[in-house]
Every structure is written in structure tokens, then in C-alpha cells.
């Protein structure tokens, strides 16, 4: 895209000076854009089947067969709205491992909801969890819900984009006095990203490679 991006500029200036109308042009290249978008989508092929995979990642590994076939194997396994990250290892193995859950870069919102003061950690059994785009901070919002997940003895899991004020005042007491075990923090990602997570993306294939392979 940069290679072209240059190309249509350094053409295009020369073009200009030589007397070319910018608007011509760029009507111009609006249509060369969608002519070329539409013939590249005529030519697409849907990539369907595992050995597909496993042939256009070797491709991109610099004819790498075997972790090609090895991110083909991490596909099948988390599926299409799974994830896949690359790490650099600290030996000289490429590995997978598979990461059953949801893991995000966030951590709970209060200190009062940690339940391992060993590891400081908050965890949470079976619980109900609470997905919202907006911002909480008042407790009438939280109210209907902490009733109902009370009368069932289940701990609350929030995500939101942010709990504070009353409702993260009303939550912290009632964990510190029993009444509900609950734990809140922010939601992961901006934008199209911070979305509710479908059921196939709860599991992760993280692939753990020498850095030698990843340059």
C-alpha cells in the first residue's frame, strides 16, 4: 500500500505540473481504485479448508512448511473468531499452547475485590458476568442486577468501560461485608474492538517462536 500510496503521488505531481487538473486525476484514481478492488475480489478465492491454511501461512513464513502447519493447527483449533499471537521465545523451539478462557491486559478496579491475598488475585467461580459498553457510577443502574445475582449465592464478574463513584463504593461494601462476591474491571480495547466477545474467541493460540524466526 505504501509502494503504491508513493508511486500514485510522485506520477500524480509530475502530471499536476505538467498542467493536469488535480480533480481530474483524483476522480481518475477513484476509479482505477474501485475498478482494481472489484477484479481483486472477482479473483479471491475463500480460504476453506485446514491444508489452505497451512499452505498460505507457509507462504508468509518464507516457505516454512512446519510452522505453517503448525498455525494451520492453532486456526482449527480456536477457529475463525479464535486468537493467534506470536511471542518470541526464550529457547530455540517453536511452540504452541493454547490458552482456554479470555485473557486482557486489565486487572479489578479495587483491591477490596481480591479473594487470594496470597497472589493477590480475584478469583471467581462460575459466575454471572456483566458486559457494558457505557460508563457506571450510579447505583440504581447496578441495583436490579445485584439483586438478582444475590438471591443465587453466584459471585458478578463487570466489565465496563469504567465503574466508579456509588456503584464502585456500593459494590466494595458489599464485598467486604459478605453480601455479594463480585469483582469489576475495564473493558479491554477501544472502538470496533470493545465488543462482547463471541463464544469461539474465548480461546487463544499463543505461538512462541526463536527470535531468529521472527526477523
Known sequence: ATVLAQAIYTIGSKNVAAGANPMDLKRGVDKAVTAVVASLKSQSKAIETSQQIAQVATISANSDSTIGTMIADAMDKVGREGVITVEEARG????VKTVEGMQFDRGYLSPYFVTNTEKMEAELERPF????EKKVSSMKELLPVLEGVAQTGRPLLIIAEDVDGE???TLVVNKIRGALKVAAVKAP????RRRSPKPGALTAQVLRMPRMLLT
Open 92 to 95: 530455540t523451539e517453536t511452540e
Open 129 to 132: 458476568i456483566l458486559i457494558s
Open 167 to 169: 456503584a464502585l463504593a
Open 189 to 192: 480495547g477501544f472502538g470496533d
